[in-house]
């Protein structure tokens, strides 16, 4: 008999990679993932099954499912803001064409399984769009349902899939014979810009920060891509991954709506640069605002309302500014570097 599993797309992403590790350790889920290239060596014990593959090969999403009973999806698989602009049909392809192919396949399960699966959703922070920098600095927490005026297209997917997700959730075929079957149920964060003292990520736009201290830590020179001011709210990886096992596990009873904003804390480039310099003394950082990247920056809001999340399924992260640099980035890079691991 078939055993129900938890499907990773982008599974050797930076948050499929920490999300595995942690599915792992808890040791109550069975692992498949897919992912274009190849999972690390010492990530692949830790899953069911592996499958290198492209989440727009519906052959291959389609042997995946005829395989396994999946009862959970956690959609990883993205292109990010910054490498979208530089391929905008490409982005839209992979992250609005690709999230279809996995919501139907996601939907079918539920049909077959006769129950609801779980679809996680990470959205972003860049579906917002602020219109000026000077309101951006007024706005303060911005709720869900405010400044939804995205100016790239990975905000621009990530704001439709969304929706998206919400549809079918509830109103799937609505006029079809299948109106009253199993629909899915889909759970979207949108999450800040992430910080891992285990990966490094490509194609972003929040990059700027854990590029820096990831730089200091190996001792080479950063030049950052945005300007001092550029501020925006930021996250631990631990806390994204906690977050995303929190709103799984949610019941469903709670849930008031289909997307959650969750807040961390929020730093400027500046105070970023200032707390690496305080632990890694003689970090060179110099800054050479990149103006397309410094404005989409700009476009997303300093901080978010995560009232929503925290009174509907207790989101509270465990790492502020402080919590975040003394006892997880700081010690975590130092070991990494020194135990000078390449994946
Ligand atoms: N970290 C993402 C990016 O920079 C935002 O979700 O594109």
């Given at each position: 008999?078939q055993?129900?599993?938890?499907?990773?797309?982008?599974?050797?992403?930076?948050?499929?990679?920490?999300l595995?590790e942690?599915?792992?350790?808890?040791?109550?889920?069975?692992?498949?993932?897919?992912?274009?290239?190849p999972?690390?060596?010492?990530?692949?014990?830790?899953c069911?099954?592996?499958?290198?593959g492209?989440?727009?090969?519906?052959?291959?999403l389609?042997?995946?499912?005829?395989?396994?009973?999946i009862?959970?999806?956690?959609?990883?698989?993205?292109?990010?803001?910054?490498?979208?602009?530089?391929?905008?049909?490409l982005a839209?392809?992979v992250?609005?064409?690709?999230?279809?192919h996995?919501?139907?396949?996601?939907?079918n399960?539920s049909?077959?399984?006769g129950?609801?699966?779980?679809?996680?959703?990470?959205?972003?922070?860049?579906?917002?769009?602020?219109?000026?920098?000077?309101?951006?600095?007024?706005?303060?927490?911005?709720?869900?349902?405010?400044?939804n005026?995205?100016?790239?297209?990975?905000?621009c997917?990530?704001?439709?899939?969304e929706?998206?997700?919400?549809?079918?959730?509830?109103?799937?075929?609505?006029?079809g014979?299948?109106a009253?079957?199993?629909?899915?149920?889909?759970?979207?964060?949108?999450?800040?810009?992430?910080?891992?003292?285990?990966?490094?990520?490509?194609?972003?736009?929040?990059?700027?920060?854990?590029?820096?201290?990831?730089?200091?830590?190996?001792?080479?020179?950063?030049?950052?891509f945005?300007?001092?001011?550029?501020?925006?709210?930021f996250?631990?990886?631990?806390?994204?991954?906690?977050?995303?096992?929190?709103?799984?596990?949610?019941?469903?009873?709670?849930?008031?709506?289909?997307?959650?904003?969750?807040?961390?804390?929020?730093?400027?480039?500046?105070?970023?640069?200032?707390?690496?310099k305080?632990?890694?003394?003689?970090?060179?950082i110099?800054?050479?605002?990149?103006?397309?990247r410094?404005?989409?920056?700009d476009?997303?809001?300093e901080?978010v309302?995560?009232?929503?999340?925290?009174?509907?399924?207790?989101?509270?992260?465990?790492?502020?500014?402080?919590?975040?640099?003394?006892?997880?980035?700081?010690?975590?890079?130092a070991?990494?570097?020194r135990?000078?691991?390449?994946?």
């Amino acid at each position: 008999m078939q055993q129900p599993v938890v499907l990773v797309t982008g599974a050797n992403g930076e948050i499929g990679r920490a999300l595995l590790e942690r599915l792992h350790r808890e040791g109550k889920y069975r692992v498949v993932t897919v992912d274009l290239t190849p999972l690390p060596e010492r990530l692949r014990p830790m899953c069911l099954e592996t499958y290198a593959g492209n989440i727009m090969d519906r052959y291959l999403l389609d042997q995946i499912a005829a395989h396994h009973e999946i009862e959970v999806v956690f959609h990883l698989a993205a292109l990010l803001s910054t490498r979208g602009e530089r391929d905008p049909e490409l982005a839209h392809q992979v992250n609005v064409e690709g999230t279809l192919h996995l919501m139907r396949v996601a939907q079918n399960q539920s049909g077959r399984l006769g129950r609801a699966v779980r679809f996680i959703f990470p959205s972003s922070i860049a579906v917002y769009g602020m219109p000026s920098v000077a309101e951006k600095a007024t706005a303060g927490r911005v709720r869900e349902d405010l400044y939804n005026l995205p100016i790239t297209m990975y905000g621009c997917n990530k704001l439709y899939c969304e929706q998206l997700g919400r549809y079918f959730a509830h109103h799937y075929r609505q006029l079809g014979a299948l109106a009253g079957a199993a629909r899915l149920d889909f759970r979207s964060i949108r999450f800040p810009g992430l910080i891992s003292a285990e990966t490094v990520p490509t194609g972003g736009t929040s990059d700027f920060g854990p590029e820096m201290l990831h730089a200091a830590a190996q001792k080479h020179p950063y030049t950052c891509f945005v300007g001092p001011d550029a501020k925006i709210p930021f996250m631990t990886m631990p806390d994204a991954v906690r977050a995303l096992l929190m709103l799984l596990e949610a019941d469903p009873k709670k849930l008031t709506t289909t997307i959650y904003n969750i807040g961390a804390f929020s730093a400027s480039a500046r105070e970023i640069a200032d707390r690496v310099k305080a632990a890694f003394p003689g970090a060179q950082i110099d800054y050479q605002p990149d103006p397309v990247r410094a404005k989409i920056v700009d476009s997303w809001p300093e901080d978010v309302d995560d009232t929503r999340a925290r009174d509907d399924w207790g989101w509270k992260p465990s790492y502020d500014f402080a919590r975040a640099f003394d006892e997880y980035l700081v010690p975590g890079i130092a070991n990494r570097y020194r135990a000078g691991r390449t994946s």
